[in-house]
């Protein structure tokens, strides 16, 4: 794990990255919520469709993200909107990984960006949670550490899962449902062929699979242009 990100000493110097840090938490927690209530009302809207298949054939269409080349089966994009061909700044899709209960398939949310608009979670795990952790920790799927975040921080419900033993861990932030009976909702950044941030969006029960999570999700993005 990196260490700390560290601040200038001088008066000016702490009251200025003091206040930069703290807009970057504010937008930070916007973003990160705005995805989950996503995943919730896209998952409920999708719960009539079939899922995904990673072996489906036809035609592609191409889009460009990232200064990458991806060819996409049509089926897989979240929004009709998007599937048109051509340069992207984001394009969302949806894959299925088995890594629910007895390895039932799992509908992930996903969205591609360019990698300059977005920072891994194994990055914000240092620079940003590592800030913001509860003394307490919470017990979980094995491998993994939980520890819930500060409420007064814009956080509130949410807990931080990564593997402590990584110098690249797995690091997911999970938040409680916003809605009575709906799954608790996890969201992952990974940085993918080194141009594109790919996050995930995804049911928390997934987290007992999460060793599989990574390889499982790369088969997806290597179908559609060997991210």
Sequence with gaps: MASPDTYSKAPGGQHQSSLAFNLALIALAAVLCGLGVAYLIDGASRQQSPLPNLHTAGPTIEKIVGNRRLAIPPAWFRFEDQRVEGFSDKVD??????????????????????????????????????????????????????????????????????DPLSADPFVAKCMQPVAPGEPASCVRTIVAGNEVAVTYVFDMQMLNAWKRFDEEAGHWLARIGGL
């Design 93 to 162: 899709l949806v894959f299925a990984l088995p890594l629910g209960a007895q390895d039932r398939m799992r509908e992930v949310m996903v969205t591609l960006m360019p990698r300059s608009r977005a920072r891994s979670s194994a990055r914000l795990l240092d620079a940003v949670y590592l800030h913001q952790f509860l003394p307490e920790q919470i017990a979980g799927p094995p491998g993994l550490v939980g520890k819930p975040l500060k409420a007064s921080d814009g956080f509130q419900n949410e807990t931080v899962w990564y």
